[in-house]
């Protein structure tokens, strides 16, 4: 009777294998090739952002925003997801806590806008406020708890430093890696320090479109803000005093922003077809 049993069963399994069958599986992830005998998943496999190299890029791939091509972020443009550049780590200390934080810089522009209706001070300017609240809560839940508060060094039209917090922000000339003798304060990033003009420029629409700094020129008059060229070139000319810089309410120019997020976070340890690492929400 065993033995009866035993061949039952044998042949059971042998009718499924004949049929193309599948057998459970034991792992967890993405599924193997459609057509196999065993439906086997390989889990995916994971490290944390810190641990990239500087220069590599990130995406959240589950979230898109809209890169508007008009003025005041108006219009309309492509929808897709923000592709992010890893240009330092823990800079500004990170604010003591080391192995934390890594600044992440958009790769093209996100849209156009005035940098301030008043003075060049980046604590009065309009960029600051709508980077801080329309940019950031148009973020997912997930990239917003992700990102962390920067206590955030920067020059007012003499000079003189002080500090805001905040979430989001631009770099400033020398982050970017330009002329040091320009209002100097912060220090140059990673991924900009002895980089070519190339490297600064950045796109919206398909086109290579000039972008602020948060680098205010001085006080004669007050209200003129430092940029970078759409070919990626910040300069000056001291016997002159001409340079990439115009008044802060300019109409054509772009934000270009920059946040520093938890090292912590999540990417999948091999990039997409693209080079790109997604971002692995838990």
């Not at 938890?262 to 693209?274: C, F, K, Q, Y």
Request: glycine letters at 12%.
């Amino acid at each position: 009777m065993k033995k009866v049993a035993v061949l039952l069963v044998l042949a059971v399994v042998l009718s499924i294998f004949m049929m193309g069958g599948s057998t459970f599986s034991w792992f967890t992830g993405s599924a193997a090739p459609a057509g196999s005998i065993f439906t086997a998943e390989i889990p995916i496999q994971t490290k944390r952002i810190y641990d990239l190299d500087i220069g590599d890029r990130v995406m959240d791939s589950g979230w898109s925003w809209e890169f508007r091509t008009g003025e005041g972020y108006t219009g309309s443009g492509d929808v897709k997801p923000i592709v992010w550049i890893v240009v330092d780590k823990d800079h500004y200390g990170y604010q003591g806590f080391s192995g934390q934080g890594v600044l992440l810089l958009s790769e093209e522009l996100i849209g156009k806008g005035t940098y301030s209706s008043a003075t060049n001070n980046w604590n009065t300017g309009g960029a600051r406020t709508w980077l801080n609240s329309t940019f950031f809560a148009g973020l997912p839940a997930n990239f917003r708890d992700a990102v962390l508060s920067t206590n955030l060094i920067n020059a007012n039209h003499l000079g003189s430093t002080y500090f805001t917090a905040d979430r989001v922000f631009v770099l400033n000339v020398q982050e970017l890696g330009g002329h040091p003798q320009i209002i100097p304060f912060g220090s140059t990033t990673s991924y900009f320090n002895g980089a070519p003009d190339e490297r600064r420029r950045a796109m919206l629409g398909g086109s290579p479109v000039p972008y602020w700094t948060r680098s205010p020129k001085g006080s004669s008059p007050q209200n003129n803000v430092w940029y970078v060229t759409a070919d990626g070139v910040i300069y000056k000319n001291f016997s002159t005093d001409a340079g990439t810089y115009a008044p802060a309410r300019s109409n054509g120019y772009g934000y270009r922003p920059a946040l520093n997020m938890d090292g912590n976070t999540l990417v999948n340890s091999i990039p997409n077809a693209e080079g790109i690492y997604l971002i692995h929400w838990p």
